[in-house]
């Protein structure tokens, strides 16, 4: 049975494969499972037929048969659990590629989704520019530890995984800052998840999604 997932009709990225729909995308694509898409608009993101697939009202969701599922992380984990090619054989490896599902999602993403949220909605606010500050502190501690930790390896255990997949994805949010181009080794990991096929496939079909929206 081919699973269904939601995505913007008009993603705000403007098809530059930061919507979250995207980390699904390349998680199907690494297992080569293929997938539908149906298009949601935001107005019809809060209607009750969405709302009983995600309570709030957001993108993505995945649906198969009877199962119903929202939150990147959890599809994604999902997928990585069904098919091989995203978690490794041994017990304890994929304890940790799921230990680095868990820190993309709720150490490093959450202090960057705070600063694109008051560089976009409150740049006219008095205290604009000293929280941005204070945001940008909080956030460059966190490259500098998993450069640290990174080193000179590919991936952060070992072989690629899901948690290279979601990590790979938080930092991208960060491209064009200078937090993640400041250490060579970090920029490197960013640089070889793109470039993976399944990645590439994704975004191409993101985008085209953004495409077609403005023809």
Same mark, same amino acid.
């Given at each position: 049975m081919t699973p269904t997932i939601t995505a913007f009709a008009q993603s705000p990225d403007r098809g530059q494969g930061q919507a979250r729909d995207m980390r699904v995308r390349w998680a199907l694509e690494e297992v080569g499972q293929p997938y539908d898409v149906r298009l949601v608009s935001f107005d019809e993101m809060k209607q009750p037929?969405?709302?009983?697939?995600?309570?709030?009202?957001?993108?993505? !969701?995945?649906?198969?048969?009877?199962?119903?599922?929202? #939150?990147?992380?959890?599809? %994604? +984990?999902?997928?990585?659990?069904?098919?091989?090619?995203?978690?490794? #054989?041994?017990?304890?490896?994929?304890? *940790?590629? %799921? =230990?680095? $599902?868990? @820190? @993309?999602?709720n150490t490093v993403e959450p202090p960057i989704v705070e600063w694109e949220q008051a560089r976009y909605h #409150?740049?006219?606010?008095?205290?604009?520019? @000293?929280?941005?500050? +204070?945001?940008?502190? *909080? $956030?460059?501690? *966190?490259? #500098?530890?998993?450069?640290?930790? +990174?080193?000179? @390896?590919?991936? /952060?255990?070992? !072989?690629?995984?899901?948690?290279? /997949?979601? =990590?790979? !994805?938080?930092?991208r949010r960060l491209e064009g800052s200078g937090m993640v181009e400041e250490h060579p080794n970090l920029a490197r990991y960013v640089a070889r998840g793109k470039g993976r096929p399944a990645y590439q496939h994704a975004f191409a079909a993101q985008l085209a999604v953004f495409t077609a929206s403005q023809g």
């Open positions: 037929p969405h709302l009983a697939l995600h309570p709030f009202g957001q993108i993505p !969701t995945y649906e198969k048969g009877d199962l119903a599922l929202f #939150e990147s992380g959890a599809i %994604v +984990l999902h997928v990585a659990q069904s098919h091989p090619g995203l978690l490794p #054989e041994d017990a304890n490896a994929q304890a *940790r590629a %799921v =230990m680095w $599902i868990f @820190a @993309a999602l #409150e740049p006219d606010r008095p205290w604009h520019q @000293a929280r941005l500050s +204070l945001l940008e502190k *909080r $956030i460059c501690v *966190r490259p #500098e530890q998993l450069s640290r930790r +990174l080193g000179a @390896a590919d991936w /952060l255990d070992g !072989t690629f995984s899901a948690g290279d /997949l979601l =990590m790979v !994805t938080v930092l």
